[in-house]
Each structure stands twice: as structure tokens, then as C-alpha cells.
């Protein structure tokens, strides 16, 4: 046989198992459209790979979604309160690709204390894939790129700055072992 031949066979092949395929489920209905929005919301550009995708409308919100899921998973390391004077500032610059995954992270800002790096790296590691943030935050790129701060007690317990309110109002230790909220 020549080789259009078989090519020109191969082509008619695929044509008619497509057809057969499509025919096998023509009298199924058509999936409602929401649902398909649902399902295109959620898949991969990758075959077979679905994950969430956030709704935060800005990066300050994503930022917020962010910490809060490490805060969720995390619950044994996270403080209740914070002190006036802290043992550790950390801030680490993430990276989240348009899926969700951690593309990079590194330490941008430390106090010199290794565990603490270490905890604040391990915290994001922990949570694995992330919702992935969407078309409005990532601003047409790829990924989004940010700065989070993670703010340690002595006790080596932490609050993520992104979840605490904008106006911080610290605690001081008094005696029976209470706190009381520092005045300015």
C-alpha cells in the first residue's frame, strides 16, 4: 500500500469510531449549561486535572483566603493572642501558579531565628495546593506574586498578618497569667 493510503485509511478510521462514540450517547440529554460553566470553572488546561478557583476579587482578599487556609491547617502552631513586643517577624514571597500550586516560595524577611523560617515555610507547604487564584487577581499573568508576613510569639506559636484586623491591637501579660489589650 501506498503511504496515502494509509494515512487516507487511519483518517477514515478515527472518523468513524469518533462517529460511533458520539452516536452510542445521541439520545442522552445535553448537560445542563451551569453545570458546564460549573465544570469549565474548575478544569486544568491539563487533561484530567481539576482544581478549584478562588473567588477573591483582589489580591489583598486572595491574600486573606491564603492565610486563612493556613491558619485552618495549622490550628496546633497558631496563637489566640499576640504580645506587645514579638519574638519573630517573618515574611515569605509566594508565588501561586493559575492552578493553584505553590510555584515559588522563598524567605524575603527574617529575624535570624531558623526554626521560625522553618515553621512559616512548612505552614504553606502543608496546605499543598492552594484555590487557584483567579483571571482578576492574577491580572493576565501566569501566577500571582505576593508578600505575607507571619508573626511569632516566644513560644514560637504564630498569627499570619493577612488575617488579623487592620487595626493590630497587641496584649500584655498581667498577673493570674490573663492578658489585657495594650493602650496606645
Do not use: C
Not at 500500500?1 to 469518533?18: H, K, N, W
Not at 496563637?79 to 524567605?107: C, F, Q, R, S, Y
Amino acid at each position: 500500500m501506498r503511504r496515502s493510503d494509509v494515512l487516507l485509511s487511519a483518517a477514515l478510521g478515527a472518523v468513524l469510531f469518533a462517529g460511533s462514540a458520539w452516536l452510542a450517547h445521541a439520545d442522552e440529554p445535553a448537560p445542563a449549561s451551569a453545570a458546564l460553566a460549573a465544570a469549565a470553572a474548575t478544569m486544568s488546561p491539563r487533561p484530567g486535572v481539576a482544581f478549584q478557583v478562588s473567588a477573591a476579587p483582589s489580591v489583598d482578599a486572595y491574600k486573606k483566603q491564603f492565610a486563612e487556609l493556613i491558619s485552618e491547617r495549622g490550628k496546633d502552631r497558631l496563637a489566640d493572642t499576640l504580645p506587645v513586643i514579638l519574638k519573630g517577624v517573618i515574611v515569605l514571597d509566594v508565588t501561586i501558579d493559575h492552578e493553584g500550586n505553590i510555584a515559588e516560595l522563598k524567605l524575603w524577611r527574617s529575624n535570624g531565628y531558623v526554626e521560625l523560617e522553618k515553621t512559616a515555610l512548612e505552614s504553606v507547604r502543608k496546605v499543598g495546593r492552594f484555590p487557584a487564584p483567579s483571571e482578576a487577581v492574577r491580572g493576565g499573568q501566569q501566577s500571582v506574586r505576593f508578600l505575607e508576613t507571619w508573626l511569632f510569639r516566644h513560644d514560637g506559636r504564630f498569627r499570619i498578618r493577612s488575617t488579623e484586623p487592620t487595626e493590630w491591637k497587641p496584649t500584655l501579660p498581667v498577673a493570674g497569667g490573663e492578658t489585657r489589650t495594650a493602650k496606645k
